[in-house]
């Protein structure tokens, strides 16, 4: 199994409070995701990066925001959470992107009550 | 910009049936396709992939084949088991910028014994 931990595995929190979700790797993959997975909508792409300090936003990044000081961690943070953010987020990594395998974490299921 | 359609599910099976969920996708360029199944309460799991018209990806029985004239890569098997009762992720992946998967909304698959 390819390495990579998601921390924490669930949380609860109240509106409008802050919540990071930490994604570690042990591959020194250069790709890393943070998805959310919500009924019907299959996962979607929060934000990605590329290397270290190098990010960039995907389709559902409105109220999240990244950082990637290190390859093995990157993490998820919600700035002010809402109770739209309730959902089950997976973080992956790849080691060239385009058309390699990736591999995703267990996930974090984040309820905002 | 790209996006992935699936049949919507649950899709309910007996033991041997034959199974087929369709995948039809929209993407400029020359994406790379993929299947990927999550078992409940893990993370998703790369079932195969096929990276140019023609190809056929495969794996645990389970086939699909990348129709570039029809936008499709339907996944089958032959026989299920039980034991493939999970959800059903068709996804693509273009080979610039981002470099990120792009999924369907998933279908569940149960097998009845």
């Known amino acids: 199994d390819a390495g990579i931990t998601q921390s924490p595995r669930h949380k609860v929190t109240e509106t409008g409070t802050p919540v990071t979700l930490r994604c570690h790797q042990t591959?020194?993959?250069?790709?890393m995701y943070w998805y959310r997975q919500d009924p019907g909508h299959g996962l979607r792409l929060i934000h990605y990066?590329?290397?270290?300090?190098?990010?960039d936003k995907g389709e559902v990044s409105d109220g999240y925001s990244v950082s990637r000081s290190k390859t093995e961690d990157f993490l998820l943070t919600l700035e002010s959470a809402t109770s739209s953010q309730t959902s089950v987020y997976f973080c992956?990594?790849?080691?060239?992107?385009?058309?390699?395998?990736?591999?995703f974490g267990q996930g974090t299921r984040l309820t905002v009550v | 910009g790209n996006s992935v359609t699936q049949m919507e599910g649950p899709v309910t099976l007996s033991e041997e049936a034959f199974l087929t969920i369709n995948c039809t996708y929209t993407a400029t360029g020359y994406p790379s396709l993929f299947w990927y199944v999550q078992y409940p309460g893990e993370g998703l799991q790369l079932l195969l992939k096929?990276?140019?018209?023609?190809d056929k990806g495969s794996n645990k029985g389970f086939e699909a084949t990348y129709r570039k004239e029809t936008t499709s890569f339907h996944l089958e098997k032959g026989s299920v088991q039980v034991s493939d009762s999970a959800v059903y992720f068709c996804?693509?992946?273009?080979?610039?910028?981002?470099?990120?998967?792009?999924f369907g909304s998933g279908t569940r698959l149960q097998v009845q014994p």
């Open positions: 996804a693509l992946s273009d080979d610039t910028g981002r470099r990120a998967l792009t």
């Open positions: 591959e020194n993959h250069r790709y």
């Open positions: 096929a990276t140019k018209a023609d």
């Open positions: 990066s590329y290397g270290v300090k190098d990010t």
């Open positions: 992956a990594i790849s080691e060239t992107g385009g058309n390699t395998e990736a591999f």
